[in-house]
């Protein structure tokens, strides 16, 4: 059975850090492709950040330069270093474990391309 558990989130003001962390069990995250997707009330899920295979990375606009993404294989984590965090961050953060595409690392942020999801966690940012 594949879990996803997320952790590290939080409030903090803007212009501050939180790194978020997802461990999993069932899956090898080093081997896999995944995912931080994000949720603020009333809005779609929308992806913020993906990796490939510990090797690619990918980012949404609005959050490159600032959100870092990367997977730690003696933890077996991944995780979300996250700085300069501004109010439209805020949002209910999740994990997931994606099917990893043959050509470019786009796909990692569709929503539609999740195979696991864990439960989230918040993230709020006051200004």
């Known amino acids: 059975v594949v879990q996803l558990v997320e952790s590290g989130g939080g409030s903090v003001q803007a212009g501050g850090s939180l790194r978020l962390s997802c461990a999993a069990s069932?899956?090898?995250?080093?081997?896999?492709?995944m995912g931080w997707f994000r949720q603020a009330p009333g809005q779609e899920r929308e992806g913020v950040a993906g990796?490939?295979?510990?090797?690619?990375?990918t980012y949404a606009d609005s959050v490159k330069g600032r959100f870092t993404i990367s997977q730690d294989p003696a933890k077996n984590t991944l995780e979300l270093q996250m700085i300069s965090l501004k109010p439209e961050d805020t949002a209910m953060y999740y994990c997931?474990?994606?099917?990893?595409?043959?050509?470019?690392?786009?796909?990692?942020?569709?929503?539609?391309?999740?195979?696991?999801w864990g439960q989230g966690t918040q993230v709020t940012v006051s200004s």
């Open positions: 990796i490939k295979r510990r090797a690619t990375t």
């Open positions: 997931a474990a994606v099917v990893c595409p043959t050509y470019g690392t786009l796909s990692l942020l569709d929503r539609e391309r999740v195979i696991y």
């Open positions: 069932g899956f090898i995250v080093s081997v896999g492709c």
